[in-house]
């Protein structure tokens, strides 16, 4: 079992560097967010819920640009003679409402005091209020606008992109001046799933070769059309051309949730789990090449009181076939907490069943 969380899970090193708004980060720190609702009323305009046209190049840059932010963020830390240190960060985000609601992650967020919004026309906002969800990596900022220029998102952008499909990642990169840094590439996977430093998996990412560098955390990957397939997360330290975006599949419901709510409402299942193909299946000798393999057990959690274990395989959620991790997630999902589920399940060579009462999914 010591293996197995290192082999099917990418980890990644994340940790923010003050004043440099790195998209790279390393311990959690407690949240200034509100955690209430920006608009409950809020009948978002941003969705589209088909692929739009392909653009030129300097069309989709005309259309996109205006809605690229840059964050800066600041607070206050204390040195061991309890003197006051100021420290900045830095990181981009996309507007997704003409009143002037930014979409960004929550780690660019995350500790901030005060958070400054710079419009790509120049013009500067002191944030009004921000909400963050930890879990998915994703932030609300609050601006006081009026008819500001806004991104459209893509629905369901996993189902909707191509693997080698031509995509560019926008964002602030380095905190550079002059404008939001540009860059190139395709598609390289759909659905990866990522496990970051302090246990948080995120799932449904687009992974991406466009540049992603510190400072682009919180920018959109956009596709030829310009719109918006994911929010640029994170990147593998050390290696080349790996980098990860939140697809809007994550994104649109959760963003959805922040503003109307000011946190997600998500049932939880307490379980850290991965796909299990031909190759898993042969590793770890298990009856079956489908499912999602459970990794991890958080006790206590729903999956626990139920009776799972380590190296099940759930194939079955409730009546609902789960052939893939993502497949989970999704059925899981779509309950509300205080449901109670049947799981299908196999140990070993036995198939088995138990039920669990979800619960709301725990804030950190």
């Not at 005091?113 to 710079?118: K, Q, T």
């Amino acid at each position: 079992m010591g293996r197995l969380k290192y082999i099917f899970i990418v980890f990644l090193l994340i940790g923010l560097l003050a004043s440099s708004g790195c998209a790279l980060f390393e311990e959690r720190v407690p949240s200034h967010a509100s955690g209430e609702p920006i608009n409950p009323q809020w009948h978002p305009l941003y969705v589209d819920e088909g692929v739009g046209d392909t653009l030129l190049e300097s069309e989709l840059v005309e259309k996109v640009a205006p809605a690229i932010v840059s964050i800066f963020t600041g607070k206050v830390t204390y040195d061991i003679f309890l003197r006051p240190i100021p420290e900045t960060g830095a990181g981009s985000g996309v507007l997704v409402d003409p009143k002037g609601y930014v979409v960004t992650n929550s780690h660019v967020v995350e500790g901030a005091e005060s958070v400054e919004v710079i419009l790509s026309d120049g013009r500067r906002f002191e944030a009004v209020n921000w909400v963050a969800d930890s879990l998915t990596d994703l932030a609300v900022v609050q601006i006081e606008g009026e008819d500001l220029p806004f991104a459209h998102f893509l629905s369901n952008s996993v189902e909707r992109l191509e693997e080698l499909e031509e995509v560019i990642a926008v964002g602030n990169a380095l905190a550079l001046p002059g404008g939001p840094t540009w860059t190139k590439g395709v598609v390289s996977y759909l659905g990866r799933s990522i496990k970051m430093p302090n246990g948080v998996v995120l799932y449904d990412l687009i992974q991406t070769d466009a540049a992603i560098n510190p400072g682009n955390s919180g920018g959109p990957l956009v596709n030829m059309a310009g719109q918006v397939v994911g929010i640029n997360t994170a990147i593998i330290a050390g290696a080349e051309n790996i980098g990860f975006a939140i697809s809007t599949d994550t994104a649109i419901p959760v963003v959805n949730d922040l503003v109307k709510e000011g946190l997600v409402s998500s049932a939880w299942l307490g379980v850290l789990i991965t796909t299990v193909t031909p190759g898993i299946k042969s590793q770890y000798d298990l009856a079956i090449d489908y499912g999602a393999l459970i990794i991890e057990l958080v006790s206590p959690s729903p999956a626990a009181d139920a009776g799972l274990k380590p190296l099940d395989v759930i194939v079955k959620f409730d009546d609902e076939e789960t052939n893939t991790a993502r497949e989970l997630v999704a059925a899981i999902r779509s309950h509300e907490p205080g449901d109670k589920v049947k799981i299908t399940f196999w140990r070993g060579e036995e198939e088995m069943n138990t039920e669990a009462t979800l619960i709301q999914r725990p804030s950190s």
